[in-house]
């Protein structure tokens, strides 16, 4: 029988207990209706906050509020990418935040489908209109480029086609343009890194590829 608690991550084991009491706690807090029980989960929240603020440089109280202000039942976050090829080289975005190189993309907003966040973050991070074909893969983005964000996260690549637009920077990328897979700039490992680009380059080259996913 295959052992499901294995978990094949970069983060420290820290890291790993403290987001699984911040989900155990913050679960509990959603479904329970004891006192007694609220108080357990809540110690149960300070306890993670305490984990990560002796490993960080975050006070434990600015992270047990952050914490008390996620509600309902603890689920991963969605960052979408838009994978966009043309003449056999992919658009990425230079981030303002670290001035490195990415898919454009970003976290899901509420009410919104899928297919239609990501047109929407490319269009705002490079300018380009898009149409997206199909889902190149989905990724457990804490064990690919993610290690030390506390929240849980989901990536999914879509590839795109462009229908309209020019490069333009935005109020989160300095910059847009296209690379060729073989020349690559330095890559914000945490929003794109190699396993994806590797995967995108292999569906331009083989349209029937099946959709990767961990």
Known sequence: ??????????????LEWAREIQALSQTGLTFTQNEYER???????EIAAE???????????????IFLAQPGYATPKIDVR???????????????SD???CMPGGWADVGEKPSKMVERE???ESGFQVVPQKVIGVYDANRTGRPLEFYHAYKIVFLCEII??????SNETLAADFFSFDN?????????NERHLAEVLAHTRDQNRPTAFD
Request: charged share 30%.
């Open 164 to 169: 309209g637009g020019e490069p333009r920077p």
């Open 184 to 192: 690559l700039p330095p890559l914000s490992s945490n929003r794109t």
């Open 82 to 96: 838009g994978a966009v090829i043309r003449a056999e080289k992919i658009l990425l975005v230079q981030e303002r």
């Open 1 to 14: 029988m295959k052992d499901f608690s294995t978990r094949e991550t970069n983060s420290p084991r820290w």
């Open 39 to 45: 108080g357990r989960y809540q110690r149960l929240s």
């Open 51 to 65: 984990i990560v603020a002796c490993n960080t440089e975050l006070s434990k109280e600015r992270l047990h509020k």
């Open 122 to 124: 490319v269009w705002e």
């Open 99 to 101: 001035e490195r190189w």
